[in-house]
């Protein structure tokens, strides 16, 4: 029994990840062409909204292209690597008070140690192609992930102190009469700029940037592993504005409309600022990058978990 119900709860994440995936890619697609003054994807479907299935479906009839030179095996793994946590985050998720696959203890330090798992990934990625665009690509997402990573996890504390508690659901519970957006605003500036450089999303999209690398760390792979990379992206999309929902935005909680409802309105809100932005602004210098991350977020985050710290302290 708890085979079959293990293998439904992984039939049902992987559909959730797909239908996730495609209306992200729908509504970026839609809103770039709004913001560039163009009308986007129009053909398949109305207004194209059959277009994330028509390109799913191209990208997994195209035929898989293995260069030469590469170390095969972890040619082949890396693309599992980065889409297997983005898909491992999932569980302790909280989509409402009774939607959630599994409660950990440890919730916001699971999630945090699954994130960079993908790090792993992209290196591997980048070192296996025997591509020196790819190798570059690969080099600059760890040095920009890791970097970013520190003033996330400080950020994470600091509410995990406010809440008294690591579990997901716990988190969300303690807001059920404020959100910690109001007590912790420079937190939530420094995660949301922390979950752009994690997501390599303009503009600091270096370790894929397009001008430069071509695609970065993948750009040897085609066809199915291809479409990991791409499913991997856009479902970190969704799990990192998810993470802010539940740790600055209260979650679920909100008036009238069902918990499900008010935790995909917050987080869809959140995925369109970071697609506004991504048609806004252009791409950072990686000598700026660097000098944010370590200049700038990690001492205000510092300063955050001090200050955080001595108020719960005196409130005590």
């Known amino acids: 029994m708890n085979t079959i119900k293990m293998v439904m709860i992984s039939f049902g994440m992987l559909n959730f990840v797909l239908a996730m995936a495609a209306v992200i890619m729908y509504i970026e697609r839609k809103a770039m062409g709004d913001i560039q003054v163009r009308y986007g994807p129009m053909r398949v479907g109305f207004h194209g909204v059959l277009q994330p299935l028509a390109d799913m479906l191209k990208i997994v009839g195209k035929e898989e292209i293995i260069p030469e030179g590469i170390d095969k095996l972890i040619f082949k793994v890396a693309p599992f690597v980065v889409f297997v946590p983005a898909c491992m985050i999932l569980v302790t998720l909280p989509l409402s008070k009774t939607l959630q696959v599994r409660d950990l203890s440890i919730g916001i330090f699971y999630v945090i140690a699954v994130v960079t798992i993908s790090t792993v990934g992209m290196i591997m990625a980048g070192w296996s192609s025997h591509n020196k665009y790819s190798m570059l690509g690969g080099v600059r997402a760890a040095g920009q992930l890791i970097s970013y990573e520190l003033s996330l996890s400080l950020v994470v504390i600091s509410i995990v102190m406010l809440a008294g508690t690591l579990s997901m659901k716990g988190i969300v519970e303690a807001q059920s009469s404020f959100w910690y957006i109001l007590f912790q605003p420079v937190g939530f500036a420094i995660f ?69 409802l008010w935790f995909l309105i917050k987080v869809y809100i959140l995925v369109f600022i970071l697609i506004w932005i991504r048609g806004t602004l252009p791409r950072v210098r990686a000598d700026q990058l660097m000098s944010l991350g370590w200049k700038v977020l990690l001492p205000l985050s510092l300063l955050n978990l001090g200050i955080t710290g001595f108020v719960a302290l005196i409130v005590q």
């Open 192 to 260: 949301f700029l922390g979950t752009m450089a994690e997501l390599c999303r303009i503009p600091f999209d270096l370790p894929e940037a397009e001008s430069e690398l071509v695609a970065g760390y993948f750009v040897e792979y085609s066809g199915v592993r291809f479409m990991l990379f791409l499913l991997a992206e856009y479902m970190n999309l969704f799990t990192m504005c998810a993470i802010a929902t539940i740790l600055f935005l209260g979650g679920w909680n909100g008036p009238f409309l069902p918990g499900i």
